[in-house]
Nanobody, 126 residues
Framework: QVEVVESGGGLVQSGGSLTVTCTAS????????MGWFRQTPEKDREFVGS????????NYGASAKGRFTVAKDNTKSIMYLRMDNLEPDDTAIYYC???????????????????WGQGTQVTVSS
C-alpha cells in the first residue's frame, strides 16, 4: 500500500521561510518524479514545483520561481519544498504527488500523478 505524507506546515509571518517535506512508502522512491501543488477554497489546484526521479531537474510555477526550491534525497526517501520570502497569497494546503518516472515532461499537470498525500496547511500572516 502506498502512503504519501506531507509535514512541516504551519504559521509563518510574511517575509519568513518555511520548509515542508514529503515522504512516501510502498514505492521505490528513486523511480518517481515528484511534484508540489497547492490549493485554497477560492482557487483551483496550482502547480508549485516539480523534480525528476533522480533529482537532477526541477521546474517551478510562476508564483514559486525565485522564492521556492524543490529538492529530493533518494537515500532518505524524502522530498523538500523550501519556501522563502513568503507572502499571504502563499497561504494554502500544500500537496505532494508522485508519478512513475517518465521522459515526458508534463509534471506541471496534476492529472499526470499517480499518488497524492493529504496535504499540509501553510498559513502566512501579514
Amino acid at each position: 500500500q502506498v502512503e504519501v505524507v506531507e509535514s512541516g506546515g504551519g504559521l509563518v509571518q510574511s517575509g519568513g521561510s518555511l520548509t515542508v517535506t514529503c515522504t512516501a512508502s510502498g514505492v521505490t522512491f528513486s523511480r518517481y518524479d515528484m511534484g508540489w501543488f497547492r490549493q485554497t477554497p477560492e482557487k483551483d489546484r496550482e502547480f508549485v514545483g516539480s523534480i525528476t526521479y533522480n533529482g537532477r531537474n526541477t521546474n517551478y510555477g510562476a508564483s514559486a520561481k525565485g522564492r521556492f526550491t524543490v529538492a529530493k534525497d533518494n537515500t532518505k526517501s524524502i522530498m523538500y519544498l523550501r519556501m522563502d520570502n513568503l507572502e499571504p497569497d502563499d497561504t494554502a494546503i500544500y500537496y505532494c504527488a508522485l508519478r512513475y518516472m517518465s521522459p515526458v515532461q508534463t509534471l506541471y499537470d496534476a492529472g499526470e500523478y499517480d499518488y497524492w498525500g493529504q496535504g499540509t496547511q501553510v498559513t502566512v500572516s501579514s
